[in-house]
């Protein structure tokens, strides 16, 4: 089943997207300090391990070179990239307006505590939760929806925060590869609407929603996950109260918790520069959280999740639970953040504790365990009961639009109660 958008909804997409862009190629940076906050240790989080090859909608393997052919139009002018390398066809990849680094990464975060930010963040925002060690940072999606990319490490660890709008993608990778730590900006370029990025050491292209490389030295390489969960500034600030936020002192100006594509997450709206394939078992622009393990990919549609709060599962051999809580708005539907729909919020985490498989059920408003009777909160942690103080491993889980994760993952399973 195909989807495209009429020639004059594309037109006004296209319309927003290159206001942005001219918007975001007009503003030069200023550097800012950073601040440093604690906060108390983590566990340890579960990637999967050594991912099975992606294969796009049109059956390519996206590790598997493709004969030379002319790169993508202007491209040559803009990167370095050795083009001559490719999985994926170039006839794929769009221009999404904006050209090279038009969308500016932010090179050098700048953090405040959540006191300071409590002062313009509000409750129910999004905001992409990373940890690592006793380092819990939250990114506000209404500085990511600017800006896409940001380079920082965290607990030591050298990592890439990403977020794609047009398909809903909050995703966290490691920018340590092959023993070189790599910086990322944006191409400007889409594939099946998805943004795709390039490393600025060798200036291979990678795809966000894989984290595989499509084009350039590393072609056929991929990237390594890290859990990232889009979670409500509340739960953060509850949950991690020393815990450090991303600031809006960015070096440019915007307009932050100002949403530039409004509307786009409706329902019967369609993707934007998608000329890709949908499955027909949910709408194109429907809400999913994902999981891949062990070569099983499994989506969770957002309408499931609200009506059942709990879901205990197997993937790819490893036992899993995804909570859902309400609260956060969509960061996609109004004109401001602030005042979209609530969505809430879905997390993945392994069942398996202290060499226990636990069973969770929603009940009275809260997560319970069925073993022990323990309370849990929606960022895996034992809040009271005999397993008080415990911490489930999170899974890397991603929110995605179905439209955009069938392009890359035609096969998945669709969980039905």
Known sequence: MRYRKGASMVRNWMRVILVTGCMLAACAPISQPDVAVSDPPAPTVAVPDAPAPTVAAGGQSEDTPLPAEPPPYGAEIEFTTD????????????????????????????????????????????????????????????????????????????????????????????????????DFGTTGRLRYSNLIMYDRQTETWWQQATGNAIAGEFTGAQLDLYPAAMISWADFKNLHPNGRVLSRNTGYSRDYGKNPYFGYDDINQSPFLFDGTTPNQLPPMARVLTVDLNGEAVAYPYDVLEKLHVVNDVVGGGEIVVLWAEGAASALDRGRIIEGRDVGSAVAYARLLDNQTLDFEFRGGTFFDTQTGSEWNILGQAVSGELAGKQLTPVVSINHFWFSWAAFKPETRIYQP
């Open 83 to 182: 083009f001559s390398k490719h999985s994926v066809p170039y006839s794929e990849i769009l221009s999404g307006g904006p050209p090279k680094d038009g969308i500016p990464s932010i090179d050098n975060p700048d953090f405040q505590s959540t006191h300071e930010a409590d002062e313009w963040l509000e409750d129910r925002e999004p905001v992409v939760f990373v940890q690592v060690g006793d380092d819990a940072r939250a990114y506000p999606i209404q500085i990511l929806i600017w800006h896409e990319i940001v380079n920082d490490v965290i607990g030591g660890e050298p990592l890439l925060v990403s977020f794609c709008p047009l398909c809903n993608t909050a995703i966290a990778f490691k920018r340590t590869f092959n023993g070189q730590v790599l």
